[in-house]
C-alpha cells in the first residue's frame, strides 16, 4: 500500500508518499504561499525523475492537494500511475485535546471533535482540517486518518497536567497541560526500549526532542508520565524564538514597560525570545555554536550565555524527570540539534554527573545516526536515535486502515 501523509499549515502543505512494502519515501514536497500566490516543490525519490520547483497559483489548500496529486500521479514528475495506487491519507494534527489519545479513523465525528479543539490550537488546528478536508474533496473514497501530536501524552496523571489555578478553569475551557511532539517521543521511546531489550515494562526512559521546539518527556513502561510544554507549545525549554517558561507576572510588567498590548507581548514569547532573544544572532544553534566560538563577535558573549541557559534548562529538566521516573534507564537525544550537536550532548551530559550518567565522547561525534553512546560505568544508558514523526503516521494510518 502507498499511503500519503499531509502536514498542513496556514499557508503551507508538507507531503511525503511512502510505499509501506518497503517503508520508503517515493516522493516528497511542499507547498508554499498558499492563497497569497503559490509555489510547489515536488521530489520524486523512488525513481529518479526530475525535481519540479515553481511557482504555480495555489489559492486554497484544494488547489495544493490537486497540483500535489498531479505530480504524484503525472508522467513527467509522478512515482505511481494512477491515484488508485494511493490507498490511504494520513493527516499530522496539533491539538487532540483530551478527545484522542491514539490515531483516528477520520468521519464526521472526528472532523467535529478537532475543531471543538480549535481553542486549544488556534493556529494549526483550523490549517489541519483545511488539508483534511481538501483531501476528502480531492480524494473521495480514500480513507484518511489522524495522527496527533498530543496524543502520547494523554497517559500523564492527573498531578502531572493540572495547573495550580482555579479548577473551573479545567472544568469549564479544558486547561491543563497537554504535551507536544507526541509522535516522535512515541518513536523514539520504542527504539529506546527495543535497545534496553525489547520488554516495555519496567523501564525508565527519558526523551529529548531538541529542534526549533523543544521538549522533554518522561517515560515508564512506554508510557508517558510528564512532558515539558503545556496546554500549549510556548511552555518548558527555552527554544529557538520561544521563551519556554517563565515568571507569569513578567507578561503584565512587559506590558507595562514598553507598552505592549496582551498580542503584542505573546508575539515577543513566541517569536523573539528563545535562543534568539538571549543572544541576538540567530534562532538557528548553528548560528549561536558559531558566534559563541568567534571572540571577535560583539555577540559571542551573549551567544555562550544562550547556549548556556539552554544546555542547563535540559539538564534540569532530565534531574527532574529522574525523579517522576524513580530512576533513569536511558536518555534518548533526537531532533535537529540532539541528533547534531556533540557540543549540546556533551555540555548537558557533562551536567548529570551526579546522577553518575556519562557518555563516550568518541561516540558522541557522530552525527544523525542511531548511536548508543553511553560511556563506560555510566549509570544510564544515552542514546542518539533519528526522529521519524512521518514514518509512524504512515504505520498508523496503514494499520488503521487494514484492520
Ligand atoms: P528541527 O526543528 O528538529 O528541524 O531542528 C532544527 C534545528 O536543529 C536548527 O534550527 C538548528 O538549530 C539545529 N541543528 C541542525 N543541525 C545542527 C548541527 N549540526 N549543529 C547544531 N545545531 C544543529
Redo the contacts with the bound molecule.
Keep these: 500500500m502507498n499511503v500519503l501523509i499531509i502536514n498542513a499549515g496556514s499557508s503551507s502543505l508538507k507531503y511525503q508518499l511512502f510505499d509501506m512494502n518497503t517503508e520508503e519515501v517515493a516522493a516528497k514536497g511542499v507547498c508554499e504561499r498558499i492563497g497569497i500566490g503559490g509555489h510547489l516543490k515536488h521530489t520524486p525519490v523512488s525513481n529518479g525523475k526530475p525535481v519540479f520547483d515553481e511557482d504555480i497559483p495555489l489559492p486554497t489548500h484544494s488547489e495544493a492537494i490537486s497540483a500535489v496529486l498531479d505530480k504524484l500521479t503525472g508522467a513527467e514528475y509522478g512515482v505511481v500511475s494512477s491515484l488508485s495506487e494511493i490507498g490511504a491519507v494520513g493527516h499530522r494534527v496539533l491539538h487532540g485535546g483530551q478527545s484522542f489519545s491514539e490515531s483516528v479513523l477520520i468521519d464526521d465525528d472526528v472532523i467535529r471533535a478537532i475543531e471543538d479543539n480549535i481553542p486549544l490550537g488556534p493556529l494549526h488546528n483550523p490549517a489541519n482540517l483545511m488539508g483534511i478536508n481538501a483531501c476528502r474533496s480531492e480524494m473521495p473514497g480514500v480513507p484518511q486518518v489522524a495522527v496527533f501530536d498530543t496524543a502520547f501524552h494523554q497517559t500523564m496523571p492527573e498531578k502531572a497536567y493540572t495547573y495550580a489555578i482555579p479548577y473551573s478553569y479545567y472544568e469549564k475551557y479544558n486547561v491543563r497541560r497537554y504535551g507536544f511532539h507526541g509522535t516522535s517521543h512515541r518513536y523514539v521511546s520504542a527504539e529506546a526500549i527495543k535497545m534496553l531489550g525489547g520488554r516495555a515494562e519496567g523501564t525508565r526512559v527519558i526523551t529529548c ?5 523543544s521538549s522533554i518527556a518522561a517515560v515508564k513502561d512506554g508510557k508517558c508520565l510528564d512532558t515539558s510544554m503545556g496546554m500549549t507549545p510556548l511552555e518548558g525549554l527555552p527554544m ?1 524564538t520561544r521563551s519556554g517558561s517563565i515568571d507569569p507576572a513578567i507578561i503584565e510588567f512587559v506590558a507595562n514597560h514598553e507598552g505592549l498590548t496582551r498580542e503584542e507581548v505573546f508575539d515577543v514569547l513566541n517569536k523573539k525570545s528563545g535562543v534568539l532573544g538571549i543572544s541576538g544572532v540567530s ?4 548560528d549561536i ?1 558559531a558566534a559563541a566560538e568567534d571572540g571577535g563577535n560583539p555577540l559571542s558573549r551573549r551567544a555562550r550565555l544562550a547556549l548556556d541557559v539552554f544546555r542547563y534548562n535540559v539538564a534540569k529538566y532530565i534531574g527532574s524527570y529522574v525523579v517522576t521516573l524513580g530512576g533513569v534507564d536511558a536518555i534518548v537525544f533526537t ?3 540532539g ?3 556533540a ?2 550532548r556533551e555540555a548537558v551530559v557533562s551536567r548529570l554527573g551526579g546522577l553518575g550518567v556519562s557518555i563516550d565522547k568518541e561516540k558522541n561525534k557522530t ?1 544523525g545516526k542511531l548511536l548508543d553512546i553511553t560511556g563506560e560505568g555510566s549509570s544510564a544508558r544515552v542514546f542518539i536515535i533519528p526522529t521519524n514523526e512521518e514514518l509512524v503516521i504512515a504505520r498508523d494510518t496503514k494499520s488503521i486502515v487494514e484492520a
Design positions: 526532542h531538541l529542534g526549533n521546539g529557538g534562532s538557528d544553534f548553528r555554536e531532533a535537529g540539534l541528533e547534531n550537536s557540543d549540546l552525527r
